[in-house]
């Protein structure tokens, strides 16, 4: 919970201030403060997004529930905030990458992009391990 709280206090004050600092400091690159705000506000609130969804699966386990329909909507949940945040890093990776000057940057992006698929994957396959395993539950329950 107090992780939750920490992010929506960086929702809703650290974030808009920090780009309207950079807007006040840079002002060539203003028009970049919303976007950018709007940005890391969507990502927040995929992290967001996951957080809940895991708690709500780490509640099913302490109910013997976690083989069940009811994880698997957490679980896609959980998988399309990742893709979700994927996307939106694709499109900033495009954008900095047509206008970057340096290489550092867009591929540190890169390297993101790479890690969130990997995330994003992971969790697929997790979400087939959970549908198999709640299946041979089912099956199991049904014989006893």
């Known amino acids: 919970m107090v992780l939750f709280g920490v992010l929506v206090m960086l929702q809703t004050f650290s974030l808009p201030g920090q780009f309207a600092h950079m ?39 302490k109910h013997d529930r976690i083989f069940s329909e009811a994880a698997l909507a957490w679980v896609d949940a959980i998988v399309w905030a990742i893709v979700a945040a994927w996307v939106v890093l694709l499109g900033v990776f495009l954008y900095v990458g047509f206008n970057a000057t340096d290489p550092g940057l867009p591929l540190l992006l890169f390297l993101m992009l790479v890690g969130v698929a990997v995330l994003g994957l992971l969790m697929v396959v997790m979400r087939a391990l959970l549908r198999q395993a709640t299946t041979l539950r089912t099956d199991m329950e049904a014989v006893i």
Do not use: N
């Open 23 to 61: 807007a006040q400091e840079s002002p060539e690159q203003a028009y970049l403060r919303w976007p950018m705000t709007a940005v890391a506000v969507f990502w927040v609130l995929c992290v967001q997004v996951v957080i809940v969804c895991t708690w709500k699966l780490l509640t099913l386990v």
